[in-house]
Every structure is written in structure tokens, then in C-alpha cells.
């Protein structure tokens, strides 16, 4: 039998990548424009990583890790996220004494995850995100959200929603902790096994559990909003504010939580509410992490960023009939007749290549008529045909495919002519 793929991972094949390429061009035009600057880490990091900057008690930590032992006996893991390795990346290269602050930073590539292959859940999947280090100003709160919507609006997204939710600082996040704890205590014997270590460990998860969402007890649970304290609050309404100014609609929504000590002030979420985008409609999440740079060992440093994978975006595109601007076309087929005249291609391919143009021969012998159904097959805006009889009289006849103009070229200098002739 042959070897297939493994469970959960996609090849992108030419005619798919050309959609993932154009998709990370215009985030990383964005991200030009944000200036945020990118970074890349290792596919890999220690374990511990991830246990101390994702969270014990999170999925990614307790089922969802690639983990496995190098020829060192060292604990390694496939990252199943971006955020910790970047803060890591942050604190050992000891960004947080770069002259320029904050410091804004994005990352784009494959993250690992054993989880339950579905539609729009990978086990190798790509992530696009961003990362602010160093402000507790609001209006970074702002840009951050908008960067996100502003990605999926250049594309044509139109049916999003934007969630939005405020987790409060520390001492609002510990009275709602306590109130969490009173609510579900008495009856936590109900809940998955998942929630019940969750009650002391981290009770605001048990919001986030998939298990017992329909619980009566979650509907009636006690909000956050109503534990936010003076300075919380006015954080969440000044990040409001922003949004509103930039025409960025968002609803409320005091559920949507992300459940580490870490974590405060905003939570968000980008979901999609096209039709027919199936049960997974969350394009998007990030939030604010003001605690985890010192959770990993470095000095206290406020951040934000979010995470995005193009797997869900290139389906939410599919789901509202987004096609992308991605047609290639070729500058210049070469047609030759002749066996002098073939083997005169190969320098006049490479001369066109190298001053810039894309430019194609045959490679397989075919004869005229199929050489030119190939340069049709490539989009060609050219064709220049070449037969021995014209290399004789050093000429090349050249073809606009679009207006079916033909012109004859001297072949001595051909690819300068070429140059004036190509628009
Ligand atoms: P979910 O609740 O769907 O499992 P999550 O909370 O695990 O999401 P995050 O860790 O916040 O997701 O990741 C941010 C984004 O990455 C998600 O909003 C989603 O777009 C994407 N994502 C997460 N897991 C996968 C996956 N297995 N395959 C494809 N995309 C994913
Ligand atoms: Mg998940």
C-alpha cells in the first residue's frame, strides 16, 4: 500500500497555494502598515514552555500537544501556538530594552495540535499573529482588533462578528474567582471531570468548557462585567470608544473568556455568521496577557496580540463566495519549429528570465499547434514564435494573445524589444 498522509494535515497543492500566498501578502502588507514587525521562532520549544505559558489546565496542555523526547532526553513540543514562544523570544533577547517601544511584532506558520480532524480543525494548521509588548494603552487594544478586521475586510469578508469581552484586571478578576467558585460549587458533581478540576484551579474556564455549555448553571453564572472594578472599567469603555470611532462593530458578550490567571482587560473573538460555514465559526481570538512575560521569567511587561489560522479564513472566503484576485499569467511562450531554432530557446528562456520576465518553453517535443495550446494553458500575454527559417534571418515573430497583434523582432535584440513592446 502507499503512504498517505498523516490524519489532519493538507497538502496545498499549485492552484490552492496561490490563495495561501496572496492571503499572507496582504497580511503582511498590513502588518507593514501597523508596523509590526515580523518574527520567527523554532517549530519546536521545551515543553515546559507551553506548560507555563499556555496553561496547565487549558486543552492545548492537558490533550492536545505533539510532544516527544529527543536523542538527549530533552521534553520537546511541536508549538501548538505562537504567543509563548514570541514572549520567550521577547524576554531572552531582552526586547523589552529596545530603543523603540512597544514592541510590535507578528509571526505567520504551521502550529501543531492532536485534536479530532473536522472541517476547519487541522492538526497541522497555519496561524497569523500578532504580538504588543510593552503598552497598556487602550488604543493598542484598538489596533490590534482592527489589524484582524481589517485583514479579513481587504479580502471581502462581510458577515463577521466581533465579540468582544473585558476579563478585568486582578483584583476584579479574584472577587469574580470567588463568586465562580460559590456559584457552581454546590453542584460541580454535574459537570465533566474537566470542569471540576477546573473550579480551584481556574473556575472562569469552566465558561469556556464545550462539554457542559447547556448547563442551566452556566446561563445563570456571574459575570464579569459585573466585577469589574473603577479602572477595569474604564479600560473596557476607552477600548470601546476606539472601536467605535473606527466604525469597528462589536457586541458584548461576558461568556467569552480566556481562561488563564494572565490573562485580563480585553478578550475578543472574530467569528463569521456566513451561511452554510458550518459549526466552527470562529475566525479569530486574541486578548490581552498583561501577566504571562512575568509568568515566564521576565520582567513585568504589558501585552496583546491575536491568533488566526488561513485554513478557517481561506473557509470562511469558500462560505460567502469570496474568490481572490489570483489569476496567473505567463509574459512569454517561446513556439519554436525546427531543431536549431529549439535549441536556440533555451538562451532566448533564460535572457527573458533573467531581465525580469515569467517566461516557458516545451519541454516535450509537441508540435506548433500544441506548443500553442500549452501557452494558452499559462495564461500567456505573448507568444513569440521562432522557426529555423527565422533564425536564418535573425527575426522572431511575437504575438499579443489579448489584441491577436503580431509583430516581427529583431532576434539580436529581442528581449530589449520585447521590453518596449510588453504591457
Ligand atoms: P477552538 O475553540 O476552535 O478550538 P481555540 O480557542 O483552540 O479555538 P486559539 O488557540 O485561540 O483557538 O487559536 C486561534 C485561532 O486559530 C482560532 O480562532 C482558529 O481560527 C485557529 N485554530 C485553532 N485551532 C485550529 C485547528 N486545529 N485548525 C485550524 N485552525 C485552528
Ligand atoms: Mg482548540
Known amino acids: 500500500m502507499s503512504i498517505r498522509i498523516p490524519r489532519g494535515t493538507q497538502d496545498i497543492l499549485p492552484g490552492q497555494v496561490e490563495k495561501w500566498q496572496y492571503i499572507e501578502m496582504k497580511a503582511r502588507d498590513l502588518c507593514r502598515r ?24 487549558t486543552d492545548i496542555v492537558q490533550k492536545e500537544m505533539y510532544t516527544f523526547e529527543d536523542r538527549g532526553k530533552r521534553s520537546l513540543t511541536l508549538r501548538p501556538e505562537g504567543t509563548a514562544p ?54 493598542i487594544d484598538a489596533e490590534v482588533i482592527s489589524l484582524a478586521v481589517s485583514l479579513y475586510k481587504e479580502l471581502g469578508l462581510k458577515k463577521l462578528k466581533v465579540v468582544l469581552n473585558s476579563l478585568g484586571d486582578k483584583e476584579s478578576r479574584s472577587a469574580h474567582r470567588e463568586a465562580l467558585i460559590a456559584h457552581f ?48 472599567r474604564a479600560y473596557f469603555e476607552k477600548v470601546q470608544s476606539y472601536l467605535t470611532a473606527l466604525n469597528i462593530e462589536f457586541v458584548v458578550d461576558s461568556n ?29 481570538g486574541g486578548g490581552r496577557y498583561n501577566g504571562l512575560a512575568e509568568q515566564l521569567g521576565g520582567p513585568e511587561t ?15 472566503l469558500d462560505a460567502e463566495g469570496i474568490t481572490l484576485p489570483v489569476n496567473e499569467t505567463l509574459d512569454c511562450y517561446l513556439v519554436s519549429l525546427g531543431e536549431e531554432a529549439k535549441d536556440y530557446t533555451v ?34 500575454k ?24 503580431q509583430v516581427e523582432l529583431d532576434l539580436a535584440s529581442f528581449v530589449e524589444k520585447f521590453k518596449e513592446i510588453y504591457q
Do not use: W
Open 86 to 139: 514570541v514572549v520567550r523570544s521577547f524576554i531572552e533577547n531582552k526586547m523589552y530594552g529596545n530603543a523603540s517601544q512597544p514592541v510590535k511584532l507578528y509571526y505567520m506558520g504551521p502550529m501543531f495540535r492532536y485534536e479530532r480532524p473536522q472541517a476547519g480543525r487541522y492538526r497541522q494548521f497555519v496561524q497569523f499573529g500578532v504580538e504588543a509588548m510593552g503598552s497598556a494603552d487602550p488604543a
Open 256 to 284: 467569552l473568556v480566556r481562561g488563564l490567571d494572565y490573562y485580563n482587560h480585553t478578550a475578543f473573538e472574530i467569528m463569521s455568521d456566513a451561511e452554510g460555514f458550518g459549526a466552527i465559526t470562529t475566525l479569530c
Open 382 to 405: 505573448f507568444v513569440a514564435v521562432l522557426g529555423d527559417d527565422e533564425l536564418k534571418e535573425n527575426k522572431i515573430s511575437v504575438k499579443n494573445m489579448e489584441s491577436g497583434e
Open 347 to 380: 538562451q532566448l528562456l533564460y535572457k527573458l528570465r533573467k531581465e525580469g520576465f515569467s517566461a516557458e518553453r516545451d519541454y516535450l517535443d509537441r508540435k506548433v499547434k500544441a506548443q500553442f495550446k500549452a501557452a494558452d494553458r499559462l495564461n500567456a
Open 302 to 316: 504589558p501585552g496583546i496580540g491575536f491568533a488566526l489560522s488561513i485554513e478557517r479564513l481561506i473557509s470562511a
Open 34 to 57: 501597523f508596523q509590526y514587525q515580523e518574527i520567527r521562532t523554532p517549530i519546536f520549544e521545551h515543553t515546559e514552555l507551553f506548560q507555563r505559558g499556555v496553561g496547565d489546565t
Open 185 to 232: 460549587q454546590p453542584r460541580i458533581g454535574e459537570f465533566c471531570s474537566d470542569c471540576q478540576n477546573r473550579l480551584e484551579k481556574n473556575p472562569m474556564r469552566i465558561l469556556d468548557c464545550k462539554q457542559d455549555r447547556d448547563h442551566e448553571l452556566m446561563k445563570t453564572a456571574p459575570s464579569i462585567l459585573d466585577y469589574l472594578n473603577d479602572e477595569s
